[in-house]
């Protein structure tokens, strides 16, 4: 199988219930897209978006979940909690999670695979800040994520990687083709090398996707999709991204 295309929105700490007729005027405008459409809303909206949206392909998913099934850890989610309200996905790892809350490459691991128990696909968010950049280290920084993030169990079924470089995240900054297509075959050398179906995950890239560089960002090599932030919060921004993977 080759990788499933995926364009996946995260809203992070934005929206509220009336937010969700954008979803609905995505899926007016993309019926039928060739391409996965994922929207990751804050968790109080997974119920209900799933609810309003089912049966008309759009998939729903978390932006993190914790490593146990269930327990004392007030305020945190269980993956199961997740699938129970429609989610069918989770997004784990991202920059902001690894430096707000301090989550090391091991514990992402680790809720990888409560996320797998739990049936969800868990999309590891991997990417190196500006001054790994500059300082020559960003193979060797994304090449140390990922072998430390990804759990046993790890399939195409079941698991994407996004690299999201942290300083092009929210900041309109994008690297150069050049660089990501660099990152890619990284990923894509390394995970065929690791697992049996390494060849067929879906690899997306994150930071400042929008409607005017998505194109150009679907045609380099290994990208199989994007992870898009704030372009993804209003169906006028999402809705051409979409139809640039689609087309891709
Ligand atoms: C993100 O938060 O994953 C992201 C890529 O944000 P933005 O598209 O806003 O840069």
Redesign the pocket.
């Known amino acids: 199988m080759a990788p499933r295309k995926l364009a996946a929105g995260?809203w992070?700490m934005n929206g509220t219930l009336a937010s969700l007729a954008e979803v609905e005027a995505l899926a007016e405008a993309h019926p039928a897209p060739s391409c996965d459409v994922l929207i990751c809303p804050p968790a109080t909206l997974i119920h209900a978006l799933a609810s309003r949206i089912a049966g008309r392909g759009i998939k729903v998913g978390g932006q993190d979940c914790h490593a146990s099934h269930s327990g004392a850890h007030t305020g945190d989610l269980a993956a199961s909690q997740l699938a129970d309200v429609g989610a069918s996905h989770v997004?784990l790892g991202?920059?902001?999670r690894r430096a707000d809350h301090g989550e090391t490459s091991g514990a992402i691991a680790a809720k990888a695979r409560a996320a797998h128990e739990a049936g969800l696909v868990a999309i590891i968010?991997l990417g190196e800040t500006e001054a790994e950049r500059d300082a020559g280290q960003t193979l060797d920084v994304i090449a140390g994520q990922l072998a430390a993030s990804l759990p046993e169990g790890a399939t195409a079924a079941n698991t994407v990687i996004?690299y999201?470089p942290v300083w092009?995240?929210?900041?309109g900054r994008t690297p150069s083709s050049e660089q990501i297509a660099e990152v890619h075959a990284l990923l894509r050398a390394d995970l065929s090398k690791t697992l049996a179906d390494g060849a067929d995950i879906s690899l997306l890239y994150?930071?400042?996707?929008k409607p005017s560089n998505a194109a150009g960002i679907f045609a380099i090599p290994h990208v199989n999709g994007?992870?898009?932030?704030?372009?993804?919060l209003k169906a006028a921004d999402f809705g051409p991204i979409v139809a640039a993977l689609s087309a891709a």
């Open positions: 995260n992070k997004i991202h920059s902001e968010c996004a999201e092009a995240i929210g900041t994150g930071g400042s996707v994007a992870l898009v932030g704030g372009a993804s």
